[in-house]
């Protein structure tokens, strides 16, 4: 039974149901006659981690994977992908230094345990990390690094992940039209493996594309979509992250204040989460929209308030480059 609690519950997290995939691993890890294994307890730990990271609950992610690191067992794997995952969800904060020196620590040990796919798992949150962080250069190497080994190992799933990340970084390069190409490619890998959480997220970047190339009509078809189905899963993380796109398609059409009513929405749901970046987004958009309509004091007081918190990411992203180069 405990062997169908570990898969069941990755299962739930794979088809993009947290919230299902964070009640089953919770009754697993309590139910007095499971008696789980050590491993099956720390892969029920992680999955917990995973559920509530994409739930937006990135706090209590951390204290998941604290409980997962009490196991005295770990092999070097184990050890490894609890650093990467600790250091994937640092990066989640905003908390680079932490972030760096956690990824460091993985990548450190997969190579020097001979753990390929470890390897691309950690190069691949390094390069995500890194699109955040504003490093495009690294992060198309690591993504680079991350998709060639995948695709040795044949982990079509990791691949998928791979080229949306490359897509992610074209697209902040504000090179949308690439990014379009590189995100259908991730999404018709994701529709092969019947994964919908990951083709919800390629088709949500999709709608975030085409609204900067001017097709708003697409865009909006594409956003609302995907904002439906993480608030019916609970990704409040991505469900923000449509919210302010689609408050994106209505100031691209003039309706100011429709637009400033999902800008307002998203900095809700980013407050709540603690996601400081998407916080000074939402009020550098919320400046934008505010501009547009005529009310130059309202976006000055945004613009202050995003000032501030970007000030704080500045020094924090200085610090963790310190920190990436004294690793060489």
Avoid at 14 to 27: F, H, I, T, V, W
Avoid at 187 to 204: M, T
Avoid at 237 to 246: E, F, G, H, R
């Amino acid at each position: 039974m405990t062997a169908s609690f570990v898969e069941q519950t990755r299962f739930l997290y794979r088809q993009g149901n947290p919230k299902e995939a964070l009640d089953l691993s919770e009754r697993a890890l309590l139910e007095p006659n499971s008696e789980l294994s050590p491993g099956d307890r720390h892969e029920l730990l992680i999955l917990k981690s995973h559920s509530l990271n994409a739930l937006g609950r990135w706090e209590e992610a951390l204290g998941a994977l604290d409980c997962a690191g009490l196991a005295s067992d770990m092999d070097a794997a184990d050890k490894a992908r609890l650093a990467m995952h600790r250091g994937y969800l640092m990066g989640s904060l905003a908390r680079y230094a932490e972030c760096w020196i956690l990824l460091h620590e993985a990548e450190r040990a997969a190579r020097e345990f001979g753990l390929p796919m470890v390897l691309a798992e950690v190069l691949w949150r390094r390069g995500m990390i890194s699109i955040f962080a504003g490093e495009f250069n690294g992060a198309e190497n690591c993504l680079c690094s991350a998709l060639e080994i995948a695709s040795a190992e044949k982990n079509r799933q990791l691949q998928g992940l791979a080229i949306a990340g490359l897509a992610k970084n074209l697209m902040y390069r504000r090179e949308y039209s690439r990014a379009v190409t590189r995100f259908e490619e991730a999404l018709k890998i994701f529709e092969e493996l019947g994964a919908p959480f990951y083709s919800a997220v390629v088709q949500g970047e999709l709608g975030t594309c085409y609204l900067h190339l001017g097709e708003t009509e697409k865009a909006l078809s594409l956003l609302e979509r995907t904002a439906e189905i993480f608030l019916a899963n609970g990704s409040l993380s991505n469900y923000q992250v449509c919210l302010a796109d689609i408050g994106g398609v209505y100031l691209r059409r003039g309706e100011f204040l429709t637009a400033i009513s999902y800008y307002q929405k998203a900095l809700a749901l980013a407050r709540q989460l603690g996601d400081q970046l998407s916080v000074a987004k939402w009020l550098r958009n919320l400046v934008q929209a505010y501009s547009h309509l005529g009310s130059p004091a309202l976006a000055r007081g945004f613009e202050i308030e995003a000032d501030q918190i970007n000030r704080g990411l500045d020094e924090e992203r200085r610090r963790a480059a310190r920190i990436a180069a004294s690793h060489g």
